[in-house]
């Protein structure tokens, strides 16, 4: 079903009010918007020099030992020219069998030199751009891909619903506190990696249903790793602790958190319409769940266990939602899914307040750690507009751009000079690139993924032949 219908920005704040979406407020002047997105924000020591942030956007375009391969380069230097002070680097494995795609990046000593380069091909691309990349801010984010890598599965706990839906066999072996220890220091190792490699910030990936966020819900895990909410976080305040020991404070430590996870989808055969697995109540799995009702966020814990990331040296957070692999409207509100997928079983627009809604308690909740938001995409043209009001309010610090990035490239500069987006070029959230993503029939056993509608030069062809295959 169709419901990006809205010409004008009055007709969508119609609907948003109508449905309830009452997080979701605009800007209207193009001037205010200009001035608000430009501005500066100091995270940590570093004063970065406007409001707008890419998000991590993996392109799965690597070569099979991990290196950045050409989409890779030519992503970043488009992104790097974008206008984006702060440019959030794709995930990025910190051990080879801990990747989600076998084309996923992965930092090891050998990818080292290329991914330096990738590093220096963004920000020289902003220096020639802009004649400086000084203020521009470019962490990587670390990744440990969990229930969700290949070829071989690393449970963390089993949640049976989540099991059943990632075909996850119940004696299916769990990761030991032993095995999980030395993969922290797997980070700490890929930390001092991505240091040589001229990274700032190193981003922990605690989202997405991969390792560290699996853990945040291991409620019924046995051990040091399992259980109370000190030991869901343990790998968290270890490896923020040792990164700190090996580095000190040079490296600044950020955080990709999923404050919200939601439970597994399944699409309705008669209507194609995602529906919730069934799933015990109450639910003790999750993270950000509310017990008796996971539909509903919960932000105790997450409240709790931000304010010890905090303690422990968090110094930026970016808020994501929700697990592509089971519940991809959580995460990205989306108007068309992935070939096969369900469609939303809710108006995108409550996803996208959602988004708001979470990021602005949590931002009011921590205002000494700027946030980054997410879930902008959907709104197309009037993102921007979304955005401007969401910081001049005080919800998120940085505007981050997932989807749209993809499509358009250059809408931080427009934004800043415009005070407006190009309704040519803007995301339509339309799914192509996800549908990519999970194309395994390549020699490489990947697709890359980019944006074929918008980028259509070099990705029609890309999606042709892997529809052909
Ligand atoms: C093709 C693609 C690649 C993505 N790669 C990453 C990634 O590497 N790390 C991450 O945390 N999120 C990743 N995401 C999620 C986005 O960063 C973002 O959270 C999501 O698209 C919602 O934001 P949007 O509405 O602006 O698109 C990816 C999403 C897509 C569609
Ligand atoms: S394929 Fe392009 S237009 Fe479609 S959702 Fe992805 S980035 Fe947006």
Redesign the pocket.
């Known amino acids: 079903m169709r419901h990006f219908t809205y010409r004008t920005l009055s007709e969508l704040q119609q609907e948003a009010d109508r449905i309830g979406a009452r997080h979701v407020q605009f800007e209207e002047d193009p001037e205010r918007i200009k001035s608000i997105l430009a501005r500066p924000v100091q995270v940590g020591g570093m004063r970065v020099g406007n409001s707008i942030a890419i ?6 375009d690597g070569t099979p030992d991990g290196l950045p391969d050409e989409l890779t380069f030519r992503r970043y230097e488009r992104f790097g020219s974008g206008g984006a002070k702060l440019i ?1 680097f ?2 990025t494995a910190i051990r080879e069998d801990g990747r989600a795609n076998p084309r996923q990046l992965w930092l090891h000593e050998k990818s080292l030199p290329a991914i330096a380069r990738l590093l220096e091909t963004a920000l020289n691309a902003h220096r020639e751009a802009y004649g400086s990349a000084d203020d521009v801010l470019a962490p990587v ?1 670390l ?1 440990h891909s969990g229930r969700y890598s290949v070829p071989r599965r690393i449970i963390a706990h089993h949640n049976p619903v989540v099991d059943a839906k990632t075909n996850v066999a119940a004696d299916h072996p769990v990761i030991s506190d032993d095995e999980l220890e030395r993969i922290e220091d797997d980070f700490v190792e890929a930390a001092r990696l991505a240091s040589r490699a001229g990274f700032r910030a190193i981003d922990l ?1 605690v ?2 249903g991969y390792l560290l966020s699996e853990l945040l819900g291991a409620r019924l895990r046995e051990g040091r790793y399992g259980g109370s909410l000190e030991n869901r976080t343990r790998m968290i305040r270890n490896v923020f602790g040792k990164v700190r020991a090996a580095l000190g404070k040079e490296m600044m430590l950020c955080m ?1 958190l999923g404050c919200y996870e939601g439970v597994p989808y399944q699409s309705d055969p008669a209507t194609g319409v995602g529906v919730p697995l069934p799933y015990p109540a109450p639910y003790p799995y999750g993270f950000g769940n509310q017990a008796d009702d996971p539909l509903t966020e919960d932000l105790a814990e997450v409240r709790q266990a931000v304010g010890w990331f905090r303690e422990w040296g968090l110094e930026l957070l ?1 808020v ?1 939602l929700g697990v ?1 692999y089971f519940n991809p409207h959580v ?3 989306f108007e068309k899914p992935d070939e096969g997928n369900y469609e939303p079983p809710e108006h995108p627009l409550l996803g996208v307040d959602r ?1 708001f809604r979470i990021a602005g308690e949590l931002q009011r909740a921590f205002p000494d750690i700027p946030i980054v938001g ?5 709104l197309q043209v009037f ?1 921007i507009n979304a955005a401007a009001r969401n910081i001049a309010d005080g919800n998120i610090r940085f505007y ?7 499509a358009y490239p250059w809408f931080a500069r427009d934004a800043l000079e415009k005070g407006a987006f190009d309704g040519r070029q803007v ?1 339509r ?1 339309v ?1 192509f ?2 549908y ?2 999970r194309q395994k029939h390549h020699p490489w056993g990947q697709y890359p ?2 944006c074929p509608p918008y980028d259509k030069e070099v990705y029609g062809p890309i999606i042709k032949q892997a529809r052909q295959r």
Do not use: D, F, I
């Open positions: 998000h991590p956007m993996e392109g799965c959030w794709e995930a984010q990744t990936k989202t997405h990709r970016n994501s592509p995460g990205r509100p988004h997410t879930g902008y995409s959907w993102a981050g751009a997932g989807r749209n990035a993809l995301c959230t799914t690139c996800t990519l993503m993924t980019g």
